[in-house]
């Protein structure tokens, strides 16, 4: 417990699956959450529920894929907290398998800003106060897309090997200055945006079965914590196994 305590977690999507798992799970960690998310109603009920459970935290809404939102969001963050210690972005969608001959335009340019710009207008609001304090962590969300294909359509899949290099590349720029940053990989996890999906991958899975948002939020957690202090660029892979077979 406490892994966490007094830091300032600024969560994007965590209103629902993983992002929500993750906001509940920093919170009981010791962390003062901000959820940042569309869906403000469902937000505040997240945060009720951690107040209730004797936690701190508030929800802002955000659209990820606007600069002035996303900006008021961090000040919100701000004036609520006084700083930002964690930055997890979670928000994303996903494409529905279409490949690029059935994607129009105003799909493409939506997954692009919601699991590309998004990471990085936040990234760009939050890494001069990171850099003036000397610390920050930032953790991406890939898939199993971020480094192969066929576990989404082609926008998704680009919009995942793009943030897999984005990540690296912040590492690259600012690992030095104290700013860690990484990307988490989940595999089939059982949330709202895989309802429905009959996925053939389960039977390839070494451990048998989807995976749990919960799982993702302890895969989280150490990447927020100290005990992750050494890595940087990295990508973990929360998978059951699958892509060590592919």
Known sequence: MDRIKNKVALITGGASGIGEAVAKRFAAEGAKIIIADLNIDKAKQIINSIKQEGYEGKASVVDVSQKSSVKNAVNFAIESYGTIDILFNG????????SALETDEETFDKLIDVNVKGPYLFANAVLPIFLKKGSGNIINVGSQGSKMAGVGGNTYITSKHAISGFTKQLAFDFGEKGIRSNLLSPGFINTSMTNNIEDPRIKNIPSKRAGEAEELASAALF??????????????NVDGGWTIGR
């Not at 928000?91 to 279409?98: E, Q, R, V």
């Not at 990447?223 to 973990?236: H, T």
Request: overall charge negative; proline content about 0%.
């Open 91 to 98: 928000a994303g969608i996903h494409d529905g398998y279409k």
């Open 223 to 236: 990447l927020a914590s100290d005990e992750a202090s050494y890595v940087q660029g990295a990508e973990l």
